[in-house]
């Protein structure tokens, strides 16, 4: 096995990302001095100074009137858009007497007035300075007979089956703004400054475009959100109980409709985000469409590190309750990671009623970790012993992510019948290794160094095949079909020294029971069926999913271990809401989930760790969740919303991992008892609750959103012969401003509060935050800044305590989350067609990215 020490591994960062290094010297050390020595305040100050001045530009206003009476309209849709190339610079909509007020630098324009009733009005105009238009008159749009169509305008707000719907074409005061505007004015998501999307404050969740998911990274969502015209939206669907129609295994999915239709466009954009973590990602996005084809190409890399703390305490307790062990390791860590990667689609519209959908990506990323222990152990059985060691160990990484497709679509109509064909691959993998030193100091000095390599794949390959089609003006019926294949292997080397303090070359022996070979894999095949009658304002969607699964192990070098599980499911849902024109909305489901465990934790392997060992468990079962949702909601367009809802999350046979500590039949190995952890079936468990959700929404570009979770969670199961029951209150909030000024500077801040948590025999200690940022559009959005700082008071940490029959223990971590975050992006093309780029965000995590977004 090839040795790979950290001057190697330096060496080679070094001649293959000079990019990096150079862009890291340079641009985060100007970040760093200027924020994190206490100089945010001066910083910002001067960050909006630069902003007024370039809000300095001309007003236009003028009023909206009716031809044939002289009324002022209320509620105009006015639009303002550069003569040479139609690209959209400023809008707004007139107040209730119909008086209107645009800004915009001076140049030649098309001013366009458009409302539903009247005949669309346009005016060219040339702006050097403040103009009043006077009068506009609009005139009634002509109606012919036979054809008269008589449309009621849609509400803001609605609830449709398990969708909540933001109408966003109905929205006039949003419609000057971007889709990450309307995004914040949906019911429970929100949007950070970073363009960060979360759905009722967590970040499990799918976006969808057009019905399809979008194939995108969380990452480089954001600025594709932040660019994207709202009005080019027609609705924001949020649902949050997926049914059976939807195979996601996310809590939430936000599907983006459109209105728009491309033409021609050519876009090209560049940028730089940073943090003071510190962290470096430049990007760059190309896109070229017409009428027929689409072509987006995307690159990006980074540089990121993590630096943190770690503490336990643990007590160990034999069978009998006897104090077995007791002690204390606290360690300090420094992850540094270096990232890249691509993404390449192709869009054709065959004709009118095909579609081909195209798509390839690859993230590589690599790095090194270096991880500092200090551990001090009291031995009590089998014999009094005091142990303490420090441990040194530099490690590096590579992995790879890899994802490819092609969806087809057929419409035998515009009336919402078609069929979907869809084939997906992705692959995973990497290794990581290194080597570890421990200097023992009691019961006498000594070193023991030991290093390990691990490599792990797996490509899979996935299709599914749905159709659609309405029965009826009011009903219709979905089918479709999936099936999946996804191998995964897994190979560990462990090598101890034999001659630790020796001077000449160490002599390595293999560590066979810390070495394996291991290849997983799982079969599925995947069917449902929905069906969706409307009746007026009252909504019925029922639907069942039946799912095969198999699961399976093979251990090449110890086949006694090899093991094959087949699960079937049957997952009925159904989804009732009913609407008043009042704007008063309830919504009642349930849904039925069924989740197989995962190959590792099937296994009946035993993982040997070096102070303690695990393994899973064959017994297990499958894990059975009957959610239960009853909310009411009220929408007002001048104020906002308030929305109660009641909640039921029943689960039997959850899994939770619990340790124990080993019995004597492990003294060959470790001489003493160990922690040994093993996942198990939870008899029972449920959590009940209740969620109220108020926005503040005077008008599409100023909400403030408070958000509450109260819940009692119970648990209830049996242990060693013996019954155990757990029950605790929890509740969390989270508090969220955001306000866009001059339709250009965006301001938010946000706090929030989750209480301690529960699970079987452990705790999660409360988490809380504070965060705030600032963005900026310049240069008809041609350039964009934002400054984010995160976790303003330093409070994130991870803690948690374990109270087992067996062992108890407490734990807390820290990583450097407090920091500030900045971006810089440049954008060249027709801004109104923008919606086609991928554009970047990534700060260079170098983590795998999640492709279901």
Same mark, same amino acid.
């Given at each position: 096995?090839?040795?790979?020490?950290?001057?190697?591994?330096?060496?080679?960062?070094?001649?293959?990302?000079?990019?990096?290094?150079?862009?890291?010297?340079?641009?985060?050390?100007?970040?760093?001095?200027?924020?994190?020595?206490?100089?945010?305040?001066?910083?910002?100050?001067?960050?909006?100074?630069?902003?007024?001045?370039?809000?300095?530009?001309?007003?236009?206003?003028?009023?909206?009137?009716?031809?044939?009476?002289?009324?002022?309209?209320?509620? &105009?849709?006015?639009?303002?858009?550069?003569?040479?190339?139609?690209?959209?610079?400023?809008?707004?909509?007139?107040?209730?007497?119909?008086?209107?007020?645009?800004?915009?630098?001076?140049?030649?324009? %098309?001013?366009?007035?458009?409302?539903?009733?009247?005949?669309?009005?346009?005016?060219?105009?040339? /702006?050097?300075?403040?103009?009043?238009?006077?009068?506009?008159?609009?005139?009634?749009?002509?109606?012919?007979?036979?054809?008269?169509?008589?449309?009621?305008?849609?509400?803001?707000?609605?609830?449709?089956?398990?969708?909540?719907?933001?109408?966003?074409?109905?929205?006039?005061?949003?419609?000057?703004?971007?889709?990450?505007?309307?995004?914040?004015?949906?019911?429970?998501? $929100?949007?950070?400054?970073?363009?960060?999307?979360?759905?009722?404050?967590?970040?499990?969740?799918?976006?969808?475009?057009?019905?399809?998911?979008?194939?995108?990274?969380?990452?480089?969502?954001?600025?594709?959100?932040?660019?994207?015209?709202?009005?080019?939206?027609? !609705?924001?669907?949020?649902?949050?109980?997926?049914?059976?129609?939807?195979?996601?295994?996310?809590?939430?999915?936000?599907?983006?409709?459109?209105?728009?239709?491309?033409?021609?466009?050519?876009?090209?954009?560049?940028?730089?985000?940073?943090?003071?973590?510190?962290?470096?990602?430049?990007?760059?996005?190309? &896109?070229?469409?017409?009428?027929?084809?689409? &072509?987006?190409?995307?690159?990006?890399?980074?540089?990121?590190?993590?630096? *943190?703390?770690? =503490?336990?305490?643990?007590?160990?307790?034999?069978?009998?309750?006897?104090?077995?062990?007791?002690?204390?390791?606290?360690?300090? =860590?420094?992850?540094?990671?270096?990232?890249?990667?691509?993404?390449?689609?192709?869009?054709?519209?065959?004709?009118? @009623?095909?579609?081909?959908? +195209?798509?390839?990506?690859?993230?590589?990323?690599?790095?090194?970790?270096?991880?500092?222990?200090?551990?001090?152990?009291?031995?009590?059985?089998?014999?009094?012993?005091?142990?303490?060691? #420090?441990?040194?160990?530099?490690?590096?990484?590579?992995?790879?992510?890899?994802?490819?497709?092609? =969806?087809?679509?057929?419409?035998?109509?515009?009336?919402?019948?078609?069929?979907?064909?869809?084939?997906?691959?992705?692959?995973?993998?990497?290794?990581?290794?290194?080597?570890?030193? !421990?200097?023992?100091?009691?019961?006498?000095?000594?070193?023991?160094?030991? %290093?390990?390599?691990?490599?792990?794949?797996?490509? *899979?390959?996935?299709?599914?095949?749905?159709?659609?089609?309405?029965?009826?003006? #009011?009903?219709?019926?979905?089918?479709?079909?999936?099936?999946?294949?996804?191998?995964?292997?897994?190979?560990?080397?462990?090598?101890? /020294?034999?001659?630790?303090?020796?001077?000449?070359?160490?002599?390595?022996?293999?560590?066979?029971?810390?070495?394996?070979?291991?290849?997983?894999?799982?079969?599925?095949?995947?069917?449902?069926?929905?069906?969706?009658?409307?009746?007026?304002?009252?909504?019925?969607?029922?639907?069942?999913?039946?799912?095969?699964?198999?699961?399976?192990?093979?251990?090449?070098?110890?086949?006694?271990?090899?093991?094959?599980?087949?699960?079937?499911?049957?997952?009925?849902? +159904?989804?009732?809401?009913?609407?008043?024109?009042?704007?008063?909305?309830?919504?009642?489901?349930?849904?039925?989930?069924?989740?197989?465990?995962? @190959?590792?934790?099937?296994?009946?392997?035993?993982?040997?760790?070096?102070?303690?060992?695990?393994?899973?468990?064959?017994?297990?079962?499958?894990?059975?969740?009957?959610?239960?949702?009853?909310?009411?909601?009220?929408?007002? #367009?001048?104020?906002?919303?308030?929305?109660?809802?009641?909640?039921?999350?029943?689960?039997?046979?959850?899994?939770?991992?619990?340790?124990?500590?080993?019995?004597?039949?492990?003294?060959?190995?470790?001489?003493?008892?160990?922690?040994?952890?093993?996942?198990?079936?939870?008899?029972?468990?449920?959590?009940?609750?209740?969620?109220?959700?108020?926005? =503040?929404?005077?008008?599409?570009?100023?909400?403030? !959103?408070?958000?509450?979770?109260?819940?009692?969670?119970? +648990?209830?199961?049996?242990?060693?012969?013996?019954?155990? $029951?757990?029950?605790?209150?929890?509740?969390?909030?989270?508090?969220?401003?955001?306000?866009?000024?001059?339709?250009?500077?965006?301001?938010?801040?946000?706090?929030?509060?989750?209480?301690?948590?529960?699970?079987?025999?452990?705790? %999660?200690?409360?988490?809380?935050?504070?965060?705030?940022?600032?963005?900026?559009?310049?240069?008809?959005?041609?350039?964009?800044?934002?400054?984010?700082?995160?976790? +303003?008071?330093?409070?994130?940490?991870?803690?948690?305590?374990? #109270?087992?029959?067996?062992?108890?223990?407490?734990?807390?971590?820290?990583?450097?989350? %407090?920091?500030?975050?900045?971006?810089?992006?440049? !954008?060249?093309?027709?801004?109104?067609?923008?919606?086609?780029?991928?554009?970047?965000?990534?700060?260079?995590?170098?983590?795998?990215?999640?492709?279901?977004?």
């Amino acid at each position: 096995m090839q040795e790979i020490n950290k001057n190697q591994f330096d060496s080679n960062i070094k001649n293959g990302s000079t990019l990096y290094k150079q862009l890291t010297r340079n641009y985060l050390s100007f970040v760093k001095r200027m924020i994190m020595s206490k100089r945010i305040i001066l910083f910002s100050a001067l960050f909006i100074c630069l902003i007024v001045p370039a809000l300095s530009q001309n007003k236009i206003t003028g009023t909206i009137i009716e031809e044939a009476n002289g009324k002022g309209i209320p509620f &105009v849709n006015v639009g303002l858009f550069r003569q040479t190339d139609s690209v959209f610079v400023s809008g707004t909509a007139s107040d209730d007497k119909g008086r209107f007020e645009l800004l915009a630098p001076n140049g030649d324009y %098309r001013l366009q007035v458009s409302a539903i009733g009247f005949q669309t009005f346009e005016q060219y105009l040339t /702006v050097n300075g403040n103009q009043d238009l006077g009068q506009l008159k609009l005139t009634e749009g002509t109606t012919r007979l036979g054809e008269v169509v008589i449309a009621e305008k849609r509400p803001l707000f609605a609830v449709e089956g398990e969708k909540t719907m933001y109408n966003v074409a109905e929205d006039n005061s949003i419609q000057t703004g971007t889709l990450s505007d309307a995004l914040q004015n949906a019911p429970g998501v $929100e949007v950070d400054v970073e363009g960060n999307i979360t759905l009722r404050g967590t970040s499990s969740v799918e976006v969808w475009i057009n019905d399809k998911p979008s194939h995108m990274t969380a990452e480089n969502l954001k600025t594709y959100i932040q660019t994207v015209p709202a009005n080019s939206l027609d !609705r924001v669907e949020v649902i949050t109980n997926p049914s059976a129609r939807y195979g996601s295994k996310a809590d939430g999915i936000i599907n983006i409709v459109t209105n728009t239709k491309i033409q021609k466009n050519e876009f090209f954009s560049f940028g730089v985000n940073g943090s003071t973590r510190p962290s470096v990602s430049p990007w760059m996005s190309y &896109v070229w469409s017409n009428d027929k084809l689409t &072509v987006n190409a995307y690159i990006n890399g980074g540089y990121s590190t993590w630096k *943190g703390n770690s =503490y336990v305490d643990q007590s160990l307790f034999t069978e009998s309750h006897q104090l077995s062990s007791h002690e204390i390791d606290s360690s300090n =860590y420094n992850n540094k990671s270096f990232n890249t990667g691509g993404y390449f689609s192709l869009d054709y519209e065959i004709d009118t @009623a095909n579609s081909l959908n +195209i798509w390839f990506s690859g993230w590589p990323s690599w790095g090194n970790n270096t991880n500092t222990e200090s551990m001090f152990r009291d031995e009590f059985v089998p014999d009094t012993l005091t142990t303490a060691f #420090n441990e040194n160990s530099d490690a590096w990484n590579r992995n790879f992510f890899v994802n490819g497709g092609l =969806y087809y679509m057929h419409n035998f109509d515009n009336k919402g019948h078609n069929l979907s064909v869809s084939v997906n691959g992705m692959g995973w993998g990497g290794g990581n290794g290194g080597e570890i030193t !421990r200097e023992f100091t009691s019961p006498y000095s000594y070193r023991k160094i030991m %290093r390990q390599e691990s490599i792990y794949n797996s490509f *899979g390959v996935e299709g599914e095949v749905i159709y659609n089609r309405p029965y009826s003006e #009011n009903g219709e019926i979905s089918v479709g079909y999936t099936a999946g294949f996804d191998p995964e292997k897994q190979y560990l080397i462990t090598d101890t /020294v034999a001659n630790p303090d020796a001077i000449g070359p160490y002599i390595w022996n293999n560590d066979v029971y810390r070495t394996y070979r291991a290849n997983f894999s799982y079969l599925n095949n995947e069917a449902f069926i929905t069906l969706q009658q409307k009746f007026g304002g009252f909504t019925v969607k029922p639907g069942i999913r039946l799912v095969s699964e198999l699961v399976g192990g093979v251990y090449p070098d110890s086949s006694q271990y090899n093991f094959k599980k087949h699960f079937f499911s049957v997952r009925p849902s +159904i989804h009732l809401s009913y609407r008043t024109k009042s704007m008063h909305n309830f919504k009642l489901s349930y849904t039925r989930r069924i989740a197989a465990p995962d @190959a590792e934790e099937l296994s009946a392997f035993p993982m040997y760790h070096e102070d303690s060992y695990s393994s899973g468990n064959p017994d297990l079962d499958r894990i059975f969740t009957n959610s239960i949702e009853a909310g009411w909601t009220k929408y007002w #367009n001048s104020f906002g919303s308030v929305g109660l809802s009641a909640y039921y999350r029943g689960k039997t046979n959850e899994v939770n991992e619990i340790q124990i500590a080993s019995d004597s039949s492990m003294y060959w190995l470790y001489g003493r008892p160990v922690p040994y952890s093993y996942p198990v079936n939870v008899g029972k468990s449920h959590n009940t609750g209740l969620e109220a959700n108020i926005m =503040y929404r005077p008008n599409g570009f100023f909400n403030m !959103r408070f958000y509450a979770n109260l819940y009692d969670s119970y +648990i209830s199961s049996e242990y060693d012969g013996n019954p155990y $029951e757990f029950e605790m209150w929890s509740y969390s909030f989270r508090l969220n401003m955001w306000a866009k000024l001059w339709n250009k500077l965006e301001v938010t801040a946000s706090g929030y509060y989750s209480s301690p948590t529960q699970s079987l025999f452990s705790e %999660r200690h409360a988490r809380y935050g504070i965060n705030a940022g600032l963005r900026a559009d310049f240069f008809d959005r041609k350039m964009s800044v934002f400054v984010n700082a995160n976790d +303003i008071f330093n409070w994130n940490s991870w803690g948690q305590s374990n #109270n087992s029959p067996y062992v108890v223990s407490t734990s807390n971590s820290k990583f450097n989350s %407090r920091s500030v975050s900045v971006g810089l992006t440049f !954008r060249f093309g027709k801004m109104e067609l923008e919606q086609r780029a991928k554009q970047g965000g990534d700060e260079g995590s170098g983590s795998m990215p999640n492709m279901s977004m």
